[in-house]
């Protein structure tokens, strides 16, 4: 099976400008899910679709950053206006339904240098 | 809410050695663990988790790992490495409250030939 797409892989930009992630999740995947990892650190939880609705965006620093998977397939996860501190790899991962126990199956990630 | 820790931050291991490396967590309800792997240049895949039962997991690639409820801890071990086992290794535990994973910091392993 394909697996998670994420585009680009690499972005490079100022701080205060915006930037957009792209992710197309496993085909039948209704969870989906966007982490921040930041060097040295474990990925950290952003925020959580199933289907087209957030399921927990409590991590998700809403003053600057978004997402939406309007039609409960891909998704899309911005930073506007970015900060240094946002220099980080941003992972989109998947699984079947969110149960406990599922496998959550991971994109290659995008790597966002804020100079 | 869970919080997993990992305490070796980088690891430096001759072919053939033995491997363990340590991922303690915080009780949080139901515990289900997790073990990833990152190779080089590729995405987190995988290796084993536990959920309940038997507490010694056998994963992919001569993983394996022990679920030590009275010590918190969720070591993974791996008799002999070989250098194709460097990578990053995450400790991750299911946060029931979050329906998400906490991942642990991380421990880079190094496999030197």
């Known amino acids: 099976e394909a697996g998670v797409a994420q585009s680009p892989r690499y972005k490079i930009i100022e701080k205060r400008q915006s930037v957009a992630f792209w992710c197309n999740p496993i085909s039948g995947h209704a969870t989906l899910y966007w982490y921040q990892q930041i060097l040295g650190q474990g990925p950290k939880l952003l925020i959580q679709f199933q289907n087209n609705g957030v399921v927990d965006d409590s991590q998700l620093p809403k003053d600057r950053f978004s997402a939406e998977r309007l039609k409960g397939v891909d998704s899309t996860l911005k930073i506007q206006p970015a900060k240094l501190e946002d220099s980080a790899v941003y992972l989109c991962?998947?699984?079947?339904?969110?149960?406990?126990?599922?496998?959550?199956?991971f994109g290659d990630g995008t790597r966002l240098s804020i100079l | 809410a869970q919080s997993v820790s990992q305490h070796n931050h980088h690891v430096i291991l001759s072919e053939a050695a033995s491997l363990e490396l340590g991922c303690n967590y915080s009780y949080g309800g139901t515990v289900n663990l997790f073990w990833y792997v990152q190779y080089p240049g590729q995405h987190l895949q995988l290796l084993l988790k536990y959920f309940s039962g038997d507490p010694l997991v056998k994963g992919i690639k001569g993983f394996e790992a022990e679920f030590i409820k009275s010590k918190f801890s969720f070591n993974l071990r791996k008799p002999s490495v070989q250098w194709s086992d460097t990578a990053e290794y995450f400790c991750?535990?299911?946060?029931?409250?979050?329906?998400?994973?906490?991942f642990g910091s991380g421990t880079r392993l190094q496999v030197q030939p």
């Open positions: 991750a535990g299911w946060d029931t409250g979050r329906r998400a994973l906490t």
């Open positions: 991962a998947s699984s079947f339904s969110g149960a406990q126990g599922q496998p959550q199956h």
